[in-house]
Antibody, heavy 121, light 113 residues
Framework: EVQVLESGGGLVEPGGSLRLSCAASGFTFSSSAMNWVRQAPGKGLEWVSVISDSGSNIYYADSVKGRFTISRDNSKNTLYLQMNSLRAEDTAVYYC??????????????WGQGTLVTVSS | DIVMTQSPDSLAVSLGERATINCKSSQSVLYNSNNKNYLAWYQQKSGQPPRLLIYWASLRESGVPDRFSGSGSGTDFALTIGSLQAEDVAVYFCQQYYSIPLTFGQGTKLEIK
C-alpha cells in the first residue's frame, strides 16, 4: 500500500524553528516528486513546496520562501521540511503528499494524515 | 499565479439527486502540446486528509465510485456527483497543476438537504 506518514509537528513560539519529516512506503520514493501542503484551522488548502525526484528542482510558495527548506533522503525514503522564523500565520496542519513521476507539475496522491504545527507564545 | 475560483461555496442536495460543483481558473490550464487539462479534484471529509477523485480533469482515480465525474476544458470545469449518497458529505477542492505555484480553489461544502 502506498503510504506517507508525517511527524514532527508541535507547539513553537514565534520566530522559532521546527523540522517536519515524512516517511514514505509502498512506492519507489526516489522516482517521485514530493510535496508539502498545509491547511490552517477551518481554512482551505495551500501548497507549500515541491521537490523533484532527485532533489535537483525545488519550488516554494511565496509565503514561505526564504524561511522554509524542503529536502529529501532517498536512501531513507524520507521527506523533510525545515521551518525557520515561524509566524502565527504558519499555524496549520501540514500534509505530505506524493507527486508525480518525472514532473513536479502533478496532482497529489496519496496524502498523509497530517501533522499540526501551532505557532504561539 | 493561477487563481482557482469554485462555485458555489456551499451546496445542499437531496439524497439521490445530482450535485454539481464548478471551478474556474484565471487562465487556461490546457497544455496544447498534449491536449491535457492540468486539473484535479479532491474530496475532504471532516477530520481526514484530502482524497484524490479526478485528475486530467476527467479521469477517475482507482477506487472512486463512478457516480463521480469530471468535465470541462480550458478555464471552466465541473465535478458532478450523479446520485448523492450520505457518505459524499464533504468539502471538495479543485487544483491546477499547470504551473507553479500549484493552487487550489477555496473549497465547496456539500451537505444533504
Amino acid at each position: 500500500e502506498v503510504q506517507v506518514l508525517e511527524s514532527g509537528g508541535g507547539l513553537v513560539e514565534p520566530g522559532g524553528s521546527l523540522r517536519l519529516s515524512c516517511a514514505a512506503s509502498g512506492f519507489t520514493f526516489s522516482s517521485s516528486a514530493m510535496n508539502w501542503v498545509r491547511q490552517a484551522p477551518g481554512k482551505g488548502l495551500e501548497w507549500v513546496s515541491v521537490i523533484s525526484d532527485s532533489g535537483s528542482n525545488i519550488y516554494y510558495a511565496d509565503s514561505v520562501k526564504g524561511r522554509f527548506t524542503i529536502s529529501r533522503d532517498n536512501s531513507k525514503n524520507t521527506l523533510y521540511l525545515q521551518m525557520n522564523s515561524l509566524r502565527a500565520e504558519d499555524t496549520a496542519v501540514y500534509y505530505c503528499a506524493k507527486g508525480g513521476s518525472g514532473s513536479h507539475l502533478n496532482w497529489f496522491d496519496p496524502w498523509g494524515q497530517g501533522t499540526l504545527v501551532t505557532v504561539s507564545s | 499565479d493561477i487563481v482557482m475560483t469554485q462555485s458555489p461555496d456551499s451546496l445542499a442536495v437531496s439524497l439521490g439527486e445530482r450535485a454539481t460543483i464548478n471551478c474556474k481558473s484565471s487562465q487556461s490550464v490546457l497544455y496544447n502540446s498534449n491536449n491535457k487539462n492540468y486539473l484535479a479534484w479532491y474530496q475532504q471529509k471532516s477530520g481526514q486528509p484530502p482524497r484524490l477523485l479526478i485528475y486530467w480533469a476527467s479521469l477517475r482515480e482507482s477506487g472512486v465510485p463512478d457516480r463521480f465525474s469530471g468535465s470541462g476544458s480550458g478555464t471552466d470545469f465541473a465535478l458532478t456527483i450523479g446520485s448523492l449518497q450520505a457518505e459524499d458529505v464533504a468539502v471538495y477542492f479543485c487544483q491546477q497543476y499547470y504551473s507553479i505555484p500549484l493552487t487550489f480553489g477555496q473549497g465547496t461544502k456539500l451537505e444533504i438537504k
